[in-house]
């Protein structure tokens, strides 16, 4: 048995037993964990408040045989804004899954915990374009869970950039325009390649700053989903009702 303390943010949690919670947490040290909640079901508990979905709390848990227990959550942020809005909370819960579907257990890198929050931040206080914000968190976790793209120059000739550049998602590659040829690679935007090497390479700290064109956003908004979708091997129910919520 072994009782510590990490944060954690409540990316769901369904109800077990009379008056109990089953909660999934990010946590900074050990990725996503699974964690039972006595009680947290009546107004009473301690953990009624911060056993909730996108809280974020100092939490206390104990883990005895690979199960985890959760014992007091000192809330620290509710992102209670993301409420206010069916597409930013449509999208907050899109992240929520994709970290249910891939993130595991174990060694995870602690800056997912720092993307997801930060994310969060950004969407419930309304300061960045949402396709930013999505794309930022898509193609920066799928760096983070081990397929960082190769977007340094085209992967067969080392070329930096050509007028026309191409990405290649199933390989996770850039190619220039000679190299291209008759592959199945997209061609994008140069300004959106610099998006993208910008959200791969830069400092955590100013990740989510910088500027795109408008109509750029969705370009690279695609490109993002497409990648997380094809490193995955998912498709994600909650990106497609994103979509739908902004009709
Ligand atoms: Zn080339």
């Known amino acids: ?10 990316l769901k949690t369904s ?13 900074r040290e050990r990725g996503l964990i699974r964690a039972f909640a006595r009680g947290a079901r009546s107004p009473r508990s301690r953990l009624h408040a911060g056993a909730v979905p996108f809280g974020y709390s100092d939490m206390d848990l104990t883990e005895k045989n690979g199960v985890y227990y959760l014992n007091a959550a000192g809330l620290k942020e509710t992102f209670y804004d993301l409420r206010l809005s069916l597409p930013r909370l449509t999208l907050a819960q899109y ?9 595991t257990e174990g060694s995870s890198d602690p800056d997912v915990l720092r993307l997801f929050l930060n994310a969060l931040f950004l969407l419930s206080a309304d300061k960045k374009p949402m396709h930013l914000i999505k794309s930022v968190f898509e193609l920066r976790y799928a760096a983070l869970s081990g397929f960082m793209p190769a977007l340094v120059g085209c992967d067969v000739c080392g070329a930096f950039e050509t007028p026309r550049m191409h990405f290649d998602a199933a390989g996770g590659r850039l190619l220039c325009e000679r190299c291209a040829g008759e592959s199945n690679a997209q061609t994008v935007p140069l300004a959106v390649i610099s998006a993208m090497r910008h959200i791969v390479f830069s400092e955590f700290e100013g990740v989510f700053s910088f500027s795109l064109e408008p109509s750029l956003l969705p370009v690279l908004g695609r490109l993002t989903s497409g990648y997380l979708s094809v490193c995955s091997g998912m498709q994600f129910r909650l990106l497609r009702l994103f979509y739908e919520s902004l009709e």
């Open 1 to 10: 048995m072994e009782r510590f303390r990490t944060d954690g943010a409540v």
């Open 15 to 27: 109800p077990t037993g009379e008056a109990d919670l089953v909660v999934f947490i990010l946590t």
């Open 95 to 103: 992240f929520c899954e994709v970290l249910l579907k891939t993130a």
